[in-house]
């Protein structure tokens, strides 16, 4: 968009801007020329300013002085005259009299780097963008910046970055705000389609063009007119395609395979690969011609290892959209969230959303801790808490889990443990008959581990601890 902000010039009668004024003109500057006097109602006007200079004489620097520590968000330039005011933090550059165009220009520039640069700046970013680009590290707030300033254009954008970082996120962004948002959205893998079929699914074909080709086809390109065709991995691109592509980016028309009819390309082209590319130019894989030519607006997306700080809003954002999906929810402990920010994250953003989902199905709508992540995940030390219950409990669900047999099964095989399947009419002494079964049990745990209570007492689903206590019970060594 364009930058409406114009200059103003405050002067004493006696000063002569004439050479100013002309710099100005030159530069086709809008600027306004106002006296000291009036400079204090002006300076009010603080939003359509982006350069402010002080042309007056050395007896006006206390008044100048007061002007300039009021304003402090805005740039100002002073006469020499007024060299002394140079020390303020808002004074970026002094001009003599006879000031050059050169020496003007670099004082323009520093007056718009003060105003870019300012901080705690408001940005205004599109909700949209908040929405689908999550984060609020430097490293995105730069890529939804630069997607905000080429959107509007129709520049060639290649897109840069590791897979999984969600490069096709930022091309369907770009598309959403720029003025072709009401055409298309058509990506297309470059290294997914066969060389021999890529030249067809990008230019389309006429029938009877090759063999199998039994009817005309559009191919991408013209899918795409009035919008945007997304390129995806053009690093696998072949040479033999990079030619022709190279041609219709230059000229604008193409040819369907088969046809010498040429069709306009109404259409703006992303692209984006996770291979260096220049590295395939020096090595002969990748035109160079080609590379200058989708490079015209490059915007690099951050591995999720870069902005490990996004990571438990990327998790809320993730979950959010899984719910919405008709799916569980799931939450993290502060424990487990701090491990995940110590994974390497190869896969970036596509190996933490398999992670949620995969988790979701796991642990529906309960809190996961360091002990329930995958092995790869957990990085730092907890103790997992193991819940103890009565022994009572235990004992019950073990004489349920006992008893607890399909009556069309077969009884179980004798194992040196007779199980009794029905009550003698004479009855039994229930608590004794559990003991001596729990003995035998433990018994034949133990004597299968060679004594080891560790492995007894995994074999028998239970606590070391427990086992240990039985035992003592039971006079078992």
Known sequence: MPNNKRILLIASENRDLSVLKTILQFMSEDF??????????????????????FNTSAEDIETCQKLINASPELPFMVADCLADLAGLANVVATLSQNVTYADFTQALHHCESYLRNKPNKQVKTSKDLIHTLVGRSGEMQTVRKLIEQVSPTD???????????????????????????????????????????????????EKGAFTGAISARK????????????????????????????????????????????????VRVIAATHRQLESLV?????????????????????????????????????????????????????????????????????????????????????????????????????????????????????????????EEEEEPEDEGLAVMTSLPEEGIVLKDYLAELEVNLINQALAFHEGVVARAAEMLGMRRTTLVEKMRKYGLN
């Open 155 to 205: 520049a060639n954008v290649l897109i840069l970055g590791e897979s999984g970082t969600g490069k096709e996120v930022v091309a369907q962004a770009i598309h959403r705000l720029s003025k072709r948002a009401k055409g298309p959205f058509v990506p297309v893998n470059c290294g997914a389609i066969p060389g021999d079929l890529l030249e067809s699914e990008l230019f389309g074909h």
């Open 219 to 266: 191919g991408r390109f013209e899918l795409a007119q009035g919008g945007t065709l997304f390129l995806d991995e053009i690093g696998d691109m072949p040479l033999q395609m990079q030619v022709k592509l190279l041609r219709v980016l230059q000229e604008r028309v193409f040819e369907r395979v088969g046809s010498a009819i040429q069709v306009k390309a109404n």
């Open 32 to 53: 306004d020329a106002v006296e000291l006097d009036n400079a204090d109602t002006c300076l009010k006007q603080y939003d359509e300013w982006k350069a402010i200079i």
């Open 282 to 406: 020096d090595e002969g894989k990748f035109r160079e011609d080609l590379f200058y030519r989708l490079n015209v607006f490059p915007i690099e997306t951050p591995s999720l290892r870069e902005r490990r700080e996004d990571l438990p809003q990327l998790a809320t954002e993730l979950i959010r959209r899984q719910s919405e999906q008709g799916n569980e929810s799931i939450k993290f402990t502060d424990n487990a969230m701090q491990s995940l920010m110590e994974h390497k994250w190869s896969g970036n953003v596509r190996e933490l959303a398999n992670l949620v989902e995969r988790l979701i199905i796991l642990f529906p709508n309960q809190v996961v801790d360091v002990a329930d992540l995958p092995k790869k995940y957990q990085h730092i030390e907890v103790e997992a808490f193991e819940p103890e219950y009565p022994e009572s409990f235990m004992e019950r669900e073990a004489l349920n889990d006992l008893f607890a047999f399909d």
